[in-house]
Structure formats: structure tokens, C-alpha cells
């Protein structure tokens, strides 16, 4: 025999075959059927449960015999995707309503993994029955099974609405399922609406049907994603689990009750575990599961200064406490074709479904029902001349002349005759003509019900009506998911703290503290100030902010990038507590040093600008806006030259005749307009500002506004302070060498800062060993440029001013 090889193009095979495989995949494995919502291997199961006879009320059979009864007969894949399937219908948290009564480890909502199918049993559930029944009655097709040994049935004939009792969910090629399941009673109640008003718009459907129902309860979030569903077939919804917050005595806790579908109950508290140990407030002490055969108790315990309704916010939306579910309708219509359908298309589909069936069912007992009324038709004439029918029969030589005397002798068919036949010789001679008479007389009038049901489709709906009421009454349960039309309001941190004064302390080593202004008392200056942070040995405190807790803050390193913190974050200690190192707020570098501490204020106003300074006199200016994205990773400033760093930055909103100062540590000062510095991108590294002399460098910068009564507070490393009114300080060109500010640096030391103060201004200023002094800027009077000044605090032995800021009210 010759062989022929057919050639064709690559390209061309590769597409004819994929779309045969992925056909295939859909309408034979990830895809459920419209009709009774089952994929072929739930089918195979079933029918094959109901094969090996395990009704509900019989005994259980071991898994394996199932699986084995399964892949044999009707599924030729493997027995761990079969038993996984078996496993799934058998468990309560995955099915809103169970197809398979299971018994022994059918796994568990930890996602425990099943027993072996060699130590579990089962057998159908009794709503499973009502899915195979009538199936001996012709009401659905069956088709060869994969060696044509069998048959098996195309579709079940499902008396329950099963597709949008359980849903479905499963991934194809190209395409998925996703459907949430329902509750009985809605699904009937819509079903029989529907049976009565055919007309009806989804809109209507959806007053009787509420929402998804699921098997693990939960809370459904808003309406519009279920609307969404249920018209077109695609929707989104939010699902959260319920939880609880309970007050044992000084301290809460958040007891979670029910969790999201499809959640792992040991991966949500894994998950609460981790949001704890990586959240930057300690808020949650334990995390315990105290869930039993009663149900589902997870305590999430709390120290005491969490907030509750806070932190619950938080675990819906750092953990699967709430979930999203990506609905889409999709499913294979009696025409096998994958179509997305709508809520009124999917219950359509459903009763077409029932009619069909009951009409094939009806012309199945009609057709048994004639047939047995013309037997009994038959022996009724036999019963009238018993002895003239038993003496033939005795008489016949064989059956085919007892059959052929028969019809002649007392007129019976052929049917009729074989049937008297049939019968053993004392029954026949025992035959009761009134219970025949009688049990033709139902028979007719069953004929007659069933050829009106046959001809009246209006007949056989209102025969659904009747066995979907039936249904409801038999497994009708309360919903367990309940939904809420309208978003809860979502706690956010903001909304339960007070925008209280606060001050920022930040230590050459890195470590920032944060506490009320009232723990700071007003002092009259050159007094010896109150310990404002304790520092360890060698350390220092060198940024001080006054802020509020709403306001956030932008530190600069010396790398030239930025952070920006929101202050409540920042952990509220006493005064002259050491708090955390920045490192614990902020994804920096180990060896980066805060140069720079500024108050942002609270939102990110495209009007306002940022300045920074470098000691080498560089300054810079940048649109705060491009700093919205900056966070706690940070993003860079400045560019900064090697030697150089941030020393001072200023955030203003830009108005006219605005004037910069900057001044050097050894006293020098210079005051040009703000427009000699224009805005530049953030990698910048900026112009001159001053032309510094040898082993000088900047130490401050501000903006400021002539208004006739803006002085300068010049405050310096030795305890010194002075105040000089603006007007002194003459407006120059930016990059000169400016004018001298302080008389003289041996006596009052470096300067540390220079501060635009007004008459009622309140100072703080702290030294390197923590302590501070805050103190009305009246107090200092005012006096000349070159001046030493006054002091300002009484310095301990060895101590230094390390900064100074205004106290924002």
C-alpha cells in the first residue's frame, strides 16, 4: 500500500490545530454548560455516582472506586484531576450547595490538601439527585463514550438551577469563566417572575435577586459591579470578610468572623502577621485562630494606642481580608459556543432548558402510557372469556398459534397477545377485571394529562413553576452574604488624629523624635532651657522643626535626595526621649546623613517652590510639585558636587519684591532678588549664590519680604542671638562676596542659623546636648548690623547651639 505525504504550509497547520486544541479545551474541560452548569469531568462523576448506585440515603463508597469507575468508563484523563473535582463539589466553603456528601479529610479553608482518595468515601448529596433525575427517561441525548463502549449523557436534566446555585470558574485558551454562586430562594423566586413575565427587564430580575451569595458569607461591597454583572455579563465587586471589634477591658481586638470567598484562612492570618511585623506602628500585639467546628474566629489582638477602626481599614487593604471578584458570565450555550450571557440570558437558557426536558420526559411516559393502556386493554378482554383464553392456550401447539388464535378468537393485537402469553398461567386465570378496569381508567386519564401538558407549552412552565417551588421548600436556606449598596466609610489615619503642634528632632547620628509643643514652656531668653532629647555619647541634636502632625516634612541627605514623611508617622515620645533612628521611616542609604529638615505643610501646591542651599554656596530652585512622588524611597534634590552638601532649604509660595539671604558661618551675609535664581529639574545642581572666602561656608538661607517691620535673628554657636531689621541688609547682585552680619565669631561662635522674625515670633532654639529654650523674639532687642548681640541661652560646660527654629502657631 502506497503512502501519500500531504504537504502544507507551517503557519497554516499550526493554526488549524491550535484552534482544534483550543476548542477542545473549552467545550471539553474549563468551560461549563449553560444547562446544568456542570464541566464534563463534574458530569462523568455524577453520572457515574449515580451508576455505582450512591443515592444519598445509601451507603459510601471509597473515592478511589469512584475515580476509578470515572476514568474507566467516561473520562480518559487523570485520577488526580478527577478526585480533584470530586474533592471540590464535596466541600462546603467552595459549593453553595454540595453535589457530593462527603466523608473523611475533604480538606479545609486553610487550603489543607484532601485525604488520599484511597481513605475518603462519598456519595451523591440529596440536591445532587435532583440534578440526574428523570435522566432514565429519555429527557436528555447521550453520545458514545471515548471508546464507544458506552454512553454517556450530553447534559443532565437538572431540576435545580445549578449554574447560578454554584457557579463556576475555570481558565480555557483565550478565554475564562468566572461565576459567583446564588442563593436558592432568590434564584426560584427570579426564575418563577421570569416563567410569568417572559417580558420582564433585568432591572426587575434584580429586585428579587439581591447579589452573589457565597459559601463563606462575607460582606459584598456596593451594587454598581453586581448591576454591571448582571446586564452585561462582566462585573467587578469588592467582598470583605465580617470581623468585629470587641473591648476587653482597656485593650480591643478585631475578631474576623467570615472571610472572602476563595480566601485561605491560613494565608489571610499569615498575611495579617506579616502587615504587623512590616507595619511602622506597632499596633498589632498577637494574632490568634481560634476557629473550631462552630466556625470561623480569628482574633487580631491590639496594643493599646492602636486605633481600631484604623487598623481594620488597614488589614482590608493591605491583606485578603477584602478581595476583588472578576466576574464574567461565560459559558457553553445548547449550540456548543463559548458566549458571555447576562442574568436574563443564563435563566432563559435554564428553563428552555426544563421545557425540553419536560417534554421529552412527557412524550417518554406518554409513549409507556399507551402502551400499557393497550396491554391492559387486551387482558380486559382476556379477563371476560379467562376460560375460552386458557383453554387455547393449552390447546396451541406453540406460541405463534396461541398468539394467532387468540387474535382471532377474542380480537386482541399482537402486542396484546403476547403479553397474555407472557403471563404465568395462575395469574392469568386470577385476573380481576374491576383493577384492570381501574388501572386503565388512570391510565387514560395520565394520557389525556400528558398529551394537554405535550400541546400546551404554557402547561409544561407552569409544570416548572410547580418543581422549582418544590425545590425551594425542600433546600431553601437565609442568605449568607450580605451586601451593602453603599462604600462603608473607609478610616483612613487622618481622620482620628489631631492636627496638634508638634517639634522635630532630628540627631547628627540620625535619630528623630517628635513631641508637643506644650511640652516646651515659654522662658525669658538667656535662661538654661529644658532638656529636649536625650543623645547618646558623641551624638547631637542638629535639625529642630516646629510643625503639626497633619503637616508633612521633607528631609534632604547629604546625598542630595529627598524624603518626605508624613509627621504622625513619626512616633510621639515625652520630652527629652531619644526616639527611632530615621532609617525605620525612611528606605535610605546606611550612609547617608540628614543635612536639611523642612516643614512641607500638608499638601504639595504646584504655586509654591523649594530653595536649597549647599555649603559651598550653591543654591537651587525647584517646583515642590515635583517632589509628590518622593515618599519614604526618596528621589534626588540636588546634584551635589564631591565636598559639598545641603545645608538649608526653604519652601515659599512666589510673590513679588522677595529677596533671598544667605549667610556663612563666619559671619558674612548676602541679600539678592529671588528671581536671579530661576526654577530647574530636580537633577540640577544649581548657581552661585555667594562668593565665599577661604575656609568659610554657608550655614542658612531664607526668603523674605521687606514690610517695614521684618527684622533678622542671627543666632550663634556660643549661646549669642541679635536681631537687625531687614532694611540693614542692602540688596545686591547674586555670586558676590556680600556684607558683614556678626562684629565678632571668637566671642559668639559660629553662626548656626538666621531666622526672619517678627515682634511676636516665638524661638526655639536647642543645643548639641539636647537641651532647648523657647523664648518671644521681642525679648531680643533690636540692634545694628555688626553687632555681637545678646545672650540667648546659658550654655553648659562644653555645649553648643546646634539650631534654632521659628515655633509655628
Known amino acids: 500500500m502506497s503512502e501519500e505525504i500531504l504537504k502544507k504550509p507551517l503557519e497554516d497547520e499550526i493554526v488549524e490545530s491550535y484552534m482544534l486544541y483550543s476548542m477542545s479545551v473549552i467545550i471539553g474541560r474549563a468551560i461549563p454548560d449553560v444547562r446544568d452548569g456542570l464541566k464534563p469531568v463534574q458530569r462523568r462523576i455524577l453520572y457515574g455516582m449515580m451508576e455505582l448506585g450512591l443515592r444519598h440515603n445509601s451507603s459510601f463508597k471509597k473515592s478511589a472506586r469512584i475515580v476509578g ?104 485558551v483565550g478565554m475564562a469563566t468566572n461565576i459567583p454562586p446564588h442563593n436558592i430562594n432568590e434564584i426560584i423566586d427570579g426564575l418563577v417572575f421570569l416563567i410569568d413575565n417572559p417580558n420582564s427587564s433585568i432591572e426587575d430580575l434584580i429586585k428579587l435577586i439581591k447579589g452573589p451569595d457565597f459559601p463563606t458569607g462575607g460582606i459584598i461591597i456596593g451594587k454598581s459591579g453586581i448591576i454591571s454583572m448582571y446586564k452585561t455579563g462582566r462585573g467587578s465587586f469588592k467582598i470583605r470578610g465580617k470581623a468585629q471589634i470587641e473591648k476587653k477591658g482597656k485593650n480591643f481586638s478585631i475578631v474576623i468572623s467570615e472571610i472572602p470567598f476563595q480566601v485561605s484562612k491560613a494565608g489571610l492570618i499569615g498575611q495579617i502577621a506579616n502587615f504587623a511585623k512590616n507595619s511602622k506602628k506597632n499596633v498589632i500585639r498577637n494574632v490568634r485562630d481560634e476557629s473550631d467546628k462552630r466556625g470561623i474566629r480569628v482574633v487580631v489582638e491590639l496594643t493599646r494606642d492602636a486605633q481600631p477602626e484604623i487598623v481594620l481599614n488597614q488589614l482590608y487593604k493591605h491583606t485578603s481580608l477584602e478581595t476583588s471578584f472578576a466576574a464574567q458570565m461565560l459559558v457553553i450555550d445548547e449550540l456548543r459556543r463559548p458566549r458571555v450571557m447576562n442574568l436574563k440570558e443564563l435563566m432563559e437558557a435554564f428553563l ?209 535626595r529627598a524624603y518626605v514623611l508624613n509627621n504622625y508617622e513619626i512616633e510621639e515620645t515625652s520630652r527629652g526621649a531619644r526616639g527611632k533612628h530615621i532609617l525605620s521611616y525612611l528606605r535610605a542609604k546606611q550612609d547617608e546623613k540628614v543635612k536639611v529638615v523642612i516643614d512641607i505643610g500638608k499638601e504639595f501646591d504646584e504655586k509654591r517652590h523649594l530653595f536649597l542651599i549647599t555649603k559651598k554656596g550653591k543654591i537651587k530652585r525647584v517646583p515642590i510639585v515635583e517632589f509628590e512622588n518622593a515618599r519614604t524611597s526618596g528621589v534626588i534634590a540636588i546634584g551635589i558636587r564631591e565636598n559639598d552638601e545641603v545645608v538649608d532649604a526653604s519652601i515659599i509660595d512666589i510673590t513679588e519684591n522677595q529677596t533671598v539671604v544667605v549667610s556663612t558661618k563666619n559671619g558674612m551675609c548676602i541679600r539678592f532678588p529671588i528671581d536671579d535664581v530661576r526654577p530647574m529639574g530636580r537633577g540640577a545642581m544649581g548657581v552661585n549664590a555667594i562668593n565665599l572666602k577661604d575656609g568659610d561656608e ?29 532694611s540693614d541688609y542692602r540688596v545686591q547682585s547674586r555670586g558676590g562676596t556680600g556684607i558683614k552680619n556678626v562684629s565678632n565669631i571668637n566671642k559668639t561662635g559660629q553662626v548656626v542659623a538666621v531666622l526672619p522674625v517678627k515682634d511676636d515670633d516665638e524661638i526655639l532654639v536647642v543645643t548639641e546636648n539636647g537641651f532647648t529654650i523657647r523664648f518671644q523674639a521681642s525679648s531680643v532687642r533690636t540692634m545694628g548690623r555688626v553687632t555681637s548681640g545678646v545672650k540667648i541661652i546659658n550654655l553648659g560646660e562644653g555645649d553648643k547651639i546646634s539650631s534654632a527654629t521659628i515655633v509655628r502657631e
Do not use: W
Request: glycine residues 6%.
Open 69 to 172: 469507575e470515572v476514568m474507566g468508563k467516561y473520562h480518559p484523563h487523570g485520577d488526580a484531576a478527577i478526585y480533584d473535582a470530586l474533592v471540590k463539589m464535596g466541600q462546603d466553603f467552595s459549593m453553595r450547595y454540595k453535589l457530593v456528601d462527603g466523608q473523611g479529610n475533604f480538606g479545609s479553608i486553610d487550603r489543607d490538601p484532601p485525604a488520599a482518595m484511597r481513605y475518603t468515601e462519598a456519595r451523591l448529596s440529596r440536591i445532587a439527585e435532583e440534578m440526574l433525575a428523570d435522566i432514565d427517561k429519555n429527557t436528555v441525548d447521550f453520545i458514545p463514550n471515548f471508546d464507544e463502549s458506552l454512553k454517556e449523557p450530553i447534559v443532565l436534566p437538572s431540576k435545580i438551577p445549578n449554574l447560578l446555585l454554584n457557579g463556576s470558574s475555570g481558565i480555557a
Open 352 to 560: 428552555k432548558h426544563r421545557l425540553n426536558v419536560i417534554l421529552r420526559r412527557s412524550e417518554y411516559e406518554l409513549e409507556n402510557a399507551s402502551k400499557r393502556a393497550h396491554i391492559i386493554e387486551g387482558l380486559i378482554r382476556a379477563s371476560r372469556s379467562i376460560e375460552t383464553v386458557v383453554d387455547l392456550i393449552r390447546n396451541s401447539k406453540d406460541s405463534s398459534e396461541a398468539i394467532n388464535e387468540l387474535k382471532e378468537v377474542i380480537g386482541v393485537t399482537e402486542e396484546q397477545a403476547k403479553a397474555i402469553l407472557d403471563m404465568r398461567l395462575s395469574r392469568l386465570t386470577s385476573l380481576e377485571s374491576e383493577k384492570l378496569l381501574q388501572e386503565h381508567s388512570e391510565l387514560t386519564k395520565t394520557i389525556s394529562q400528558l398529551k394537554e401538558l405535550i400541546s400546551d407549552e404554557r402547561k409544561i412552565y407552569k409544570k416548572i413553576k410547580e418543581e422549582l417551588l418544590e425545590l425551594k421548600s425542600k433546600y431553601g436556606d437565609d442568605r449568607r452574604t450580605s451586601i451593602e449598596f453603599t462604600e462603608p466609610k473607609s478610616f483612613s489615619i487622618e481622620d482620628l488624629i489631631s492636627d496638634d503642634e508638634i517639634i522635630i528632632m532630628i540627631t547628627h547620628e540620625g535619630y528623630i523624635s517628635a513631641s508637643t509643643l506644650q511640652n516646651y514652656r515659654m522662658q525669658y531668653r538667656g535662661g538654661k532651657g529644658v532638656m529636649g532629647m536625650r543623645t547618646r555619647e558623641g551624638d547631637f541634636v542638629e535639625h529642630i522643626i516646629s510643625t503639626t502632625k497633619m503637616n508633612k516634612t521633607m528631609v534632604v541627605a547629604s546625598s542630595g
Open 698 to 726: 554657608v550655614v542658612s538661607m531664607t526668603i523674605v519680604k521687606e514690610d517695614g517691620i521684618l527684622t533678622l535673628l542671627t543666632v550663634c554657636s556660643k549661646g549669642y542671638g541679635k536681631r537687625t531689621s531687614l
